[in-house]
């Protein structure tokens, strides 16, 4: 057994392009502090939870005992077991002629005759690398993946895994020997047929010396591929196995299915404490809803019973918002399994790329924020259509084939600072697309159907950490870019359309004042036959003015309050004349003259507000904010009220409120009266941010529920 490094056969294009650039410079990040992850428990968790042996029943199985478990632990292997493996010249000399990071370092354990740290990522009860190193070929002689080949002699994924399998683009494998400080690792797998191997890899990158060699270098026997070239094949000797075992103190049976991942001289910052919240972080969901049985990163233990203590020790600040976020994935579960969700609809518009109010018109949107503003669950299934191009080889010709799916999103209101969400497809998370961490509430988007798996997974990079217009993507759907934006925004969209529902403000259509919300008309029925509308009055929202500002909860530095912002003033007028003329050519509409000329008239001076004319019939202004918090349980009627000095906030007392101020634009002025603020305003253009420190319940000690309410008007 020995190390072995292939040239490119003289038949093959040479290809100097740098297969390995990403990996390469994310490990010089790593070692220059750039990096907080730990990716080797990423692939680590998604390969396990890939190779599962009861994958397709896994959910449903009843003997837990039988679920993949993880155990990770570091040892120190004696210096005369290593050197059996890598002192030998040809490695060693590739070593000092790579893009390896720490390229002497190997070379210095050995010389000082040093035992070597090795980390050693273990997975219990699942089928270990399949496939035949026989055949040195992606594909099997009866058309299967050949798992073997396409996880140690590709970079990149030649044959698809199915959309239900966590990974797919065929490069995070490498994550292992980019966690070695020498590009190294070990494999020992036992399948579930008792069949053994071993084998290395080292992920070497561009020789200088020899430009021709593989930037990958494998450890095992030395072999011939069907067109003669040299290969490794994996040590398969019952006995030299039984050694290796002994020597890498794996603490996985000799013949207990599964997979030994053993990384030499691992990078420094994968401790036991870094992978274990790492682990947590990524993969919460899965742990919680035992998908995978247990996790052990030295002495931290990571399932259903033991992830809050866990939590606790490592984290406690995180202890109490995890508690509370695992009850809502259970909450979830139920309504998920009742499938008892709202509905949105998309009409002609099928694929937007935000959720608006107007997708929820068969809604009762005022109860839905009843529901929200009372910690209820909310569910919405969200269509999804897709414009698969699919060969018709008959016809020669690619088409489209038009495919409705769907997701689901799952929403509830919590204390400030407590927010949590996951976007799951399948078991697979996607981190990067968490939209409340530390918001005020928790979310949930599951991608289960079969459709929708396959096309957001084609939308996932190597790291599967969010989704993108791929070239995957591209080559296999006509459109793609609204399913994305739609998906990525679900969440906030649907929450801010709650928070602009509970915080409208009932007005009248007074010269100069702006309303907080408006949409499309949506009538009243007059009279009725046959069960249809034969006409509609005309809702008096429709002659207000449109919306000229937002308002949101922000927080940083510790501090919390809200931002607020103008908009694009300009766009929402055309946008409101837009309705009005939809108003107008209804015939369903009962419009009288004097209802015509005065929509008529409010077209004519939207018109001019958004061409910058006539503003001075709208600023100056004042915008009115109220901020309360309702510790005491009161009535949302009352909440604005100050009912109890030492519970309320008093912004004009700066010895007891320490807060801060951000002003930019159309401001002139801000006062404080209690929990009143008053912003003054000269034009349409304008943004504030207002920070406070008052989030504690002086009594309780805890954080506060923050309410806000507002309003605007013309100075008089």
């Known amino acids: 057994m020995r190390w072995i490094r292939a040239k490119y056969p003289l038949s093959v294009t040479k290809n100097n392009l740098d297969p390995f650039e990403y990996f390469f410079n994310s490990q010089k990040e790593l ?32 003997d837990y005992e039988k679920h993949p478990s993880i155990k990770v632990s570091y040892e120190k292997i004696p210096h005369e077991f290593i050197s059996k493996i890598v002192d030998d010249q040809n490695y060693l000399d590739w070593i000092d002629d790579s893009q390896v990071q720490q390229k002497f370092l190997l070379n210095k354990y050995l010389k000082e005759k040093k035992d ?65 400080q020498v590009n190294t690792f070990f494999s020992f797998s036992v399948r579930e047929d008792n069949s053994k191997f071993f084998i290395g890899l080292s992920c070497l990158g561009k020789s200088k010396k020899n430009p021709s060699f593989d930037g990958i270098a494998r ?11 040299d290969i490794v094949t994996p040590i398969t000797d019952e006995e030299t196995l039984k050694q290796i075992h002994k020597g890498f103190k794996l603490k996985r049976g000799f013949n207990e299915p599964g997979t030994s991942m053993c990384v030499i001289l691992p990078s420094e910052s994968l401790t036991a404490k870094t992978m274990t919240l790492n682990s947590i972080n990524r993969y919460r969901y899965a742990f919680h809803k035992k998908r995978l049985k247990d996790m052990e990163v030295l002495n931290y233990k990571i399932n259903k019973n033991e992830i809050l203590n866990t939590i606790n020790k490592l984290k406690p600040e995180e202890h109490k918002k995890y508690k509370e976020y695992f009850k809502f994935l259970d909450e979830c579960e139920i309504i998920n399994q009742e499938d008892n969700l709202k509905k949105i609809d998309f009409e002609n518009n099928y694929n937007p790329s935000k959720i608006k109010k107007d997708h929820l018109k068969n809604e009762n949107i005022e109860e839905i924020s009843k529901e929200y503003n009372s910690e209820k669950i909310l569910g919405f299934k969200i269509p999804v259509v897709l414009e698969k191009l699919v060969e018709d080889k008959q016809q020669k010709e690619i088409r489209t084939k038009k495919i409705n799916t769907f997701y689901k999103v799952f929403l509830k209101k919590t204390k400030f600072g407590l927010g949590m969400d996951d976007v799951m497809r399948g078991t697979m998370p996607v981190s990067d697309l968490r939209v409340f961490e530390n918001d005020d509430a928790f979310g ?70 702006f309303s907080w919300s408006g949409g499309e008309d949506e009538g009243q029925s007059s009279n009725k036959k046959g069960g249809e509308d034969t006409d509609k009055e005309i809702s008096e929202w429709i002659f207000e003015n449109p919306k000229a500002y937002k308002i949101n909860k922000y927080a940083k530095d510790q501090m919390v309050g809200f931002q607020v912002s103008s908009l694009n ?40 507000w958004s061409k910058g004319q006539n503003l001075e019939e709208l600023y100056p202004a004042t915008i009115f904010i109220k901020c309360a918090q309702d510790i005491e349980g009161e009535s949302e009627d009352k909440i604005e009220k100050l009912h109890d000095k030492n519970l309320d906030f008093n912004f004009s007392n700066k010895f007891k409120s320490n807060f801060k101020e951000f002003k930019d634009g159309d401001i002139n002025n801000v006062e404080f009266d209690n929990n009143n603020i008053k912003i003054s305003i000269s034009g349409s253009n304008f943004n504030y941010k207002f920070l406070f420190d008052s989030i504690i319940n002086e009594h309780t000690g805890d954080a506060y529920d923050l309410a806000i309410s507002s309003k605007i008007s013309r100075k008089n």
């Not at 925004?489 to 100069?512: F, R, V, Y």
């Not at 309705?579 to 018109?607: A, G, H, S």
């Open 31 to 62: 070692e220059d502090g750039g990096l907080e992850e730990t990716p080797l428990t990423d692939e680590g968790i998604q390969n396990v939870d890939d190779a599962s042996i009861l994958l397709e029943s896994l959910q449903n199985s009843i």
């Open 219 to 229: 450890f095992g026997n030395p072999g011939k591929a069907q067109d003669g070239s």
């Open 444 to 513: 949930l988007v599951l991608i289960e159907d079969k459709d929708a798996l396959e096309f957001f997974k084609m939308a996932e990079p190597p790291n599967h950490r969010k989704f993108e217009k791929t070239k995957e993507l591209v080559k296999s759907y006509s459109k793609h870019n609204n399913q994305i934006l739609l998906l990525k925004s679900s969440l906030s969209s649907i929450k801010s359309i709650i928070e602009d529902t509970e915080n409208k403000q009932s007005i009248t259509a007074t010269q100069g004042f």
């Open 116 to 180: 070597i740290p090795v980390l050693i990522f273990e997975d219990f009860n699942t089928t270990g690398i399949k496939g035949d190193w026989g055949q040195h070929d992606p594909v099997l002689t009866n058309g299967e993946r050949n798992d073997y080949h396409i996880f140690f002699w590709y970079s990149g994924n030649p044959v698809e895994k199915g959309g239900t399998k966590g990974g797919g683009v065929g490069v995070g494998r490498l994550t292992f020997a980019f966690s070695s």
């Open 569 to 608: 003033f300009a766009k929402e007028c055309s946008n409101r004349i837009e309705q009005i003329q939809k108003v107008l050519n209804n015939p369903k509409y009962k419009i009288d003259n004097n209802q015509k000329n005065r929509l008529e008239k409010q077209i004519d001076k939207l018109e001019g």
